[in-house]
């Protein structure tokens, strides 16, 4: 498949804008609540956000100018007056009322009563908490990035974290299970990722150094069966096993592919050893 190269001095900003949301994605959505210096909340989504440090926690996302003039956004005037902001995730639960809040209130509207969330007093900042995120963050202003002047310029908003605030049930055995949280995230154009249920999935982490794919026998990096997970999955092995010890069982196949397809079921069932006895036979056959 050919590949389609564009440079960003042929785009407009709307253009680019375009392409990076879809195929930045899916990114997290932070439901930003900040208040003016007169005191009127407000309260608008960003996926222009993520985590960038744990010590001391930081958190970035970016209001940026409005595309169609380069006008700034209320959220970002709140927060450079008051130096401070509140984020809160958006879980599948919230999101039309989200998508409510995204819409271009005049100023001095409170989002709030607009979308129905509900606002709840913050312990560090004049911000209100969002009453039915699952996990929020109350934030200090570090730093403000500006990313040029334009229209769609970036205006990236970096915070200290004074305090997280996580409902009770998404903790399960010590950590935030993505099912309880049931997170949405923002893809390209109106599109959306549910992070739960069967769109969820763990990967364990390579224990110590794995041998790596260069370390695979060339004749199953040939072959048309397995796949670029599956010889992902070979090469994180913490060992490369003495593939001319391992011994036929009665019922294996003997032809090359027949055994690359026992080598990806075994790999699928999680049986790292039977897929390495299988390469043992696949360099014999
Ligand atoms: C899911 C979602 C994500 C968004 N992400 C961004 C973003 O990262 N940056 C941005 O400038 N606008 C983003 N927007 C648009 C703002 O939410 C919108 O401009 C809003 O009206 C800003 O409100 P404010 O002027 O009250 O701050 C997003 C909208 C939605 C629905």
Same mark, same amino acid.
């Given at each position: +498949?050919? $590949?389609?190269?564009?440079?960003?001095? *042929?785009?407009?900003?709307?253009?680019? /804008?375009?392409?990076?949301?879809?195929?930045?994605?899916?990114?997290?959505?932070?439901?930003?609540? @900040?208040?003016?210096?007169?005191? =009127?909340?407000?309260?608008?989504?960003?996926?222009?956000? !993520?985590?960038?440090?744990? /010590?001391?926690?930081?958190?970035?996302?970016?209001? /940026?100018?409005?595309?169609?003039?380069? @006008?700034?956004?209320?959220?970002?005037?709140?927060?450079?007056?008051?130096?401070?902001?509140?984020?809160?995730?958006?879980? $599948?639960?919230?999101?039309?009322? +989200?998508?409510?809040?995204?819409?271009? &209130?005049? *100023?001095?509207?409170?989002?709030?009563?607009?979308?129905?969330?509900?606002?709840?007093?913050?312990?560090?900042?004049?911000?209100?908490?969002?009453?039915?995120?699952?996990?929020?963050?109350?934030?200090?202003?570090?730093?403000?990035?500006?990313?040029?002047?334009?229209?769609?310029?970036?205006?990236?908003?970096?915070?200290?974290?004074?305090?997280? $605030?996580?409902?009770?049930?998404?903790?399960?055995?010590?950590?935030?299970?993505?099912?309880?949280?049931?997170? =949405?995230?923002? /893809?390209?154009?109106?599109?959306? @990722?549910?992070?739960?249920?069967?769109?969820?999935?763990?990967?364990?982490?390579?224990?110590?150094?794995?041998?790596?794919?260069?370390?695979?026998?060339?004749?199953?990096?040939?072959?048309?069966?397995?796949?670029? !997970? *599956?010889?992902?999955?070979?090469?994180?092995?913490?060992?490369?096993?003495?593939?001319?010890?391992?011994?036929?069982?009665?019922?294996?196949? =003997?032809?090359?592919?027949?055994?690359? $397809?026992?080598?990806?079921?075994?790999?699928?069932?999680? *049986?790292?050893?039977?897929? &390495?006895?299988?390469?043992?036979?696949?360099?014999?056959?």
């Amino acid at each position: +498949m050919s $590949h389609r190269t564009i440079l960003p001095s *042929d785009l407009g900003p709307t253009e680019a /804008n375009a392409l990076l949301c879809g195929g930045v994605a899916p990114r997290p959505i932070a439901l930003a609540s @900040t208040i003016s210096a007169a005191g =009127v909340r407000n309260l608008s989504p960003f996926s222009f956000f !993520n985590a960038f440090g744990s /010590n001391p926690p930081t958190v970035a996302f970016a209001p /940026n100018r409005r595309g169609r003039d380069g @006008t700034v956004k209320h959220t970002y005037l709140n927060a450079v007056a008051t130096d401070e902001f509140v984020i809160a995730a958006v879980s $599948h639960a919230m999101l039309q009322q +989200m998508n409510v809040a995204s819409a271009e &209130w005049p *100023d001095g509207v409170d989002e709030f009563p607009k979308c129905g969330l509900t606002p709840v007093p913050a312990l560090f900042v004049e911000s209100a908490l969002v009453g039915e995120s699952p996990f929020q963050m109350e934030c200090r202003l570090k730093q403000v990035v500006e990313l040029g002047s334009g229209p769609g310029s970036g205006l990236m908003l970096i915070g200290e974290v004074l305090a997280f $605030h996580v409902r009770e049930d998404c903790f399960v055995d010590g950590i935030l299970h993505p099912d309880a949280l049931d997170l =949405v995230g923002r /893809n390209g154009g109106a599109f959306y @990722t549910r992070a739960s249920g069967p769109a969820v999935f763990q990967v364990p982490k390579p224990g110590g150094r794995p041998i790596g794919y260069d370390a695979l026998p060339e004749a199953l990096k040939q072959s048309r069966i397995l796949t670029g !997970n *599956d010889l992902g999955l070979l090469a994180n092995s913490p060992v490369l096993p003495d593939l001319s010890a391992m011994v036929r069982e009665p019922g294996d196949p =003997v032809a090359p592919a027949g055994l690359d $397809h026992v080598i990806r079921r075994a790999l699928a069932a999680g *049986d790292l050893n039977e897929a &390495w006895r299988l390469v043992g036979l696949r360099m014999k056959a």
